[in-house]
């Protein structure tokens, strides 16, 4: 769908921020050949002092690979996927809409299915959380606890992004709807009852023991 979008004939910038010669990286070749390096800087720019909507639109499908494949050092994915609500893609052309929603949908369900992952769970949520769509689906595919990663993703994020009623992770914006919703899914149930369902059908000792890890640490209401 992006592939539509014109490419910029240039990319200014703050003076003070962006030199000059900057944006010649970015537009010299295909936006798929973009180096993570030199992305970097203007994912961290991007709608504040560098560049407008238009072009952040046409860079888009290379900021979302890299921010999946973690490939920043700077920004963060939170800070990347938090741009699409700075830039209002709410309100951008349905099929855009649409081909943002499975990206968000298939970077979930690909973390999930993998433990160790880069980035991690806590962090792929949070991000998904930053564009400001219902997380219910993307709670509820966690809910099914499907793989042993997926089951080790929730004892991880239980444990090191969960203190009593708030989620750790500083990117989470703890005024927003996300941040309540993810804590009711944690201490008012749902996630208890995917446990138990998940204990009911499990017979592997090591996976047994995650899901009893998980179970005495979630929050209870």
Same mark, same amino acid.
């Given at each position: 769908m992006f592939g539509a979008v014109?490419?910029?004939? @240039?990319?200014?910038?703050?003076p003070h921020c962006v030199e000059p010669g900057e944006q010649a990286c970015l537009? @010299?070749?295909p936006v @798929? !050949?973009?180096? !993570?390096g030199s992305l970097a800087r203007y994912a961290a720019k991007a $709608? &504040? &002092?560098? +560049? %407008?909507v238009p072009a952040f639109r046409y860079f888009l499908p290379r900021l979302l690979e890299c921010a999946a494949a973690d490939a920043f050092s700077y920004p963060d994915p939170e800070i990347v996927l938090g741009k699409l609500t700075v830039a209002g893609w709410h309100g951008w052309p349905g099929g855009e809409r649409a081909a943002?929603?499975?990206?968000?949908?298939a970077w979930w369900l690909d973390t999930l299915r993998r433990h160790p992952s880069r980035p991690?769970? %806590?962090t792929v949520l949070c991000a998904v959380a930053a564009t400001g769509v219902d997380l219910t689906p993307f709670l509820d595919?966690? !809910?099914a606890l499907e793989s042993e990663a997926a089951i080790a993703h929730l004892r991880d994020f239980v444990t090191d992004g969960l203190s009593g009623r708030r989620l750790t992770n500083a990117f989470w914006d703890r005024g927003a709807p996300a941040h309540a919703q993810v $804590?009711?899914? $944690? +201490? %008012? +149930?749902?996630?208890?009852?995917a446990v138990e369902a998940a204990f009911a059908r499990e017979s592997r000792e090591p996976v047994l023991g995650l899901l009893a890890d998980v179970h005495g640490r979630l929050p209870r209401s």
């Open positions: 014109a490419r910029p004939a @240039s990319v200014p910038g703050c537009l @010299s070749g @798929s !050949a973009i180096e !993570a $709608l &504040t &002092t560098w +560049g %407008d943002v929603t499975a990206f968000l949908h991690p769970a %806590d595919a966690w !809910a $804590l009711a899914w $944690l +201490g %008012d +149930g749902p996630a208890a009852r």
